[in-house]
T-cell receptor
Framework: NAGVTQTPKFQVLKTGQSMTLQCAQD?????MSWYRQDPGMGLRLIHY???????DQGEVPNGYNVSRSTTEDFPLRLLSAAPSQTSVYFC??????????FGEGSRLTVL | EDKVVQSPLSLVVHEGDTVTLNCSYE??????LLWYKQEKKAPTFLFML????IEKKSGRLSSILDKKELFSILNITATQTGDSAIYLC???????????FGQGTRLTINP
């Protein structure tokens, strides 16, 4: 019962460093998405994908890149980390019904 | 701009009390409203509401949607300490897999 798996769970970066948050799902869901969660602001959509090879921007895409080469995987890349990207990141997947299944989150700190 | 607003943002009650959490929304192409519970890690799905006036119920939790007045409520009766969590409301829009989340309500149940 893996569901949605995110790695790493914790990461500390220095300003300007790059990194990739990995996300994999084993439910054969077409839709995958990345959210960030900041105190008092709920979850905000960064990028999403409706299938392999198709991605689109959400509410807060700046500073992040994504790709979707397979149905299972949807990595999120930070090209040049900034302190404003300190947050908890959630990957999620869903079938066509729209109910999202979330990974356990990745806590990122940018110094 | 699509918007989901939850109230109150924080609530502290005693075990056994009944609580009502509110969610109002202004979105284009509404499809459904979803409630999630978030304890320490990933949000977990509670309810999906698509039709106005039909109550969804699961044990001590229930929820109803009013599509005319654009709001939903989540009721929890006979609260227990295990109900302590952040409760998130989100709205799904037709034609896109883009959930818009509210800020969340942090519920604390004291013994």
């Amino acid at each position: 019962n893996a569901g949605v798996t995110q790695t790493p769970k914790f990461q500390v970066l220095k300003t300007g460093q790059s990194m990739t948050l990995q996300c994999a799902q084993d439910m054969n869901h077409e839709y995958m998405s990345w959210y960030r969660q900041d105190p008092g602001m709920g979850l905000r959509l960064i990028h999403y994908s409706v299938g392999a090879g198709i991605t689109d921007q959400g509410e807060v895409p700046n500073g992040y890149n994504v790709s979707r080469s397979t149905t299972e995987d949807f990595p999120l890349r930070l090209l040049s980390a900034a302190p404003s990207q300190t947050s908890v990141y959630f990957c999620a997947s869903s079938s066509i019904t729209g109910e999202l299944f979330f990974g356990e989150g990745s806590r990122l700190t940018v110094l | 701009e699509d918007k989901v607003v939850q109230s109150p943002l924080s609530l502290v009650v005693h075990e056994g009390d009944t609580v009502t959490l509110n969610c109002s929304y202004e979105v284009t192409n509404f499809r459904s409203l979803l409630w999630y519970k978030q304890e320490k890690k990933a949000p977990t799905f509670l309810f999906m509401l698509t039709s106005s006036g039909i109550e969804k119920k699961s044990g001590r939790l229930s929820s109803i949607l009013d599509k005319k007045e654009l709001f939903s409520i989540l009721n929890i009766t006979a609260t227990q300490t295990g109900d302590s969590a952040i409760y998130l409301c989100a709205v799904d829009r037709q034609g896109a897999q883009k959930l818009v989340f509210g800020q969340g309500t942090r519920l604390t149940i004291n013994p």
